[in-house]
């Protein structure tokens, strides 16, 4: 169970991503008994404010972004199955154009003055989560030559317990970037990386209207193993 | 009987979360004008000793939640209260979570007050830390504030836990 958890995560040090080089810890990390330390109580992210508007990222502005309008949705669990009620649920993108709004991006690609690309939203008594969005677009990236990031949504989300934070992205099936990310690449059983590539939902979808992508996540719950790292 | 389901995999924070995780009065846990109001500041730093400029910090402790995202300098400040011990054998601490690019998974880590070395002493965590490396989960006295340093890689690497 430990050995295939650990294939199923990314390594802190992969050097084909060149920045976990003078990141990744080198020392081991100290694995702690989880009553001690992952089921301490999660944060009191009621101190961040959600409103409705937040989760219809091409609501935002006066007018409408340019782009494919999607809805992104699915389900929250936790790995011992059950759903993550009203939890908060971040999301960061980049617009149609593959151009983040972050001042550091210097991608030469246009902005986009109706899109911002960040939302949040609570889980509903399901665990359930729904954003209004524009299909991002990829970008070049300074990792190796012609490297391009696959289109991608960041998420950011807290679950009830130190252990269940997980920040992560959301691919879009289908595209030819995603067996060429040393992101993505980082995770070394197939299977983990297909659980980070949505699928494309027609009965999600508004017809005339929006296409539409179900993503279910899947926090760490009290009964998961604390992650072992591979040597 | 719900089945047991394989957990999402972690991908690294990246450059560009300014546009979407940081909220207004972020680092502040508590308002800095609350009577027990404690300063933390701190540096993130790689494996070469170079500023993370584009790291992220969260810090919680019970009903208590801040995070902030490190300036160019790497520096990242927190305004919280000295948690009360735990009804456990915890000495009082803060959790800390660290994000960044290049990060492929956050890395967890804690924060021990330099006031409380006889708690510190029985704390069953640090006990847990090989003894020359506790002192990078204890902050310092630096005028006024606590100075707690992050760093990643190298020597004096702060001790982080397994998540």
Known sequence: MRSFDSELEPPYLHPDYRSTVLRAPLRPLVNLPSEWFHHAPGPAFGRIATRREDADLTRQHKGEPLGERIIVTGQVLDSDGAPVRETLVEIWQANASGRYVDPSDDHPAPLDPNFTGAGRCLTDAQGRYRFVTIKPGAYPWNNHPNAWRPAHIHFSLFGPELGSRLVTQMYFPGDPLIPLDPILDSIPDQRGRDLLVAAFDPAATEPAWALAYRWDIVLRGRNAMPREEAP | MNARRIPTPSQTVGPFFGIGLPFEGDSEAVSRSTAEAIRVEGQMLDGSGEP????????????????????????????????????????????????????????????????????????????QVDPTRRETLVARFDDGALRFDIRLQGESETVFFQL
Request: glycine fraction near 6%.
């Open chain 2, 52 to 127: 993370v400029p584009d790291g992220l910090v969260e810090v919680w402790s019970g009903q208590q939640f801040a995070r902030c995202r490190t300036d160019p300098e790497g520096a990242f400040h927190f305004t919280v209260t000295k948690p009360s011990p735990d009804a456990g054998d915890d000495a009082p601490h803060l959790n800390i979570n660290v994000f960044a690019r290049g990060l492929l998974r956050h890395l967890a880590t804690r924060m021990y007050f330099p006031d409380e070395s006889e708690a510190n002493v029985q704390d069953r965590v640090l006990s």
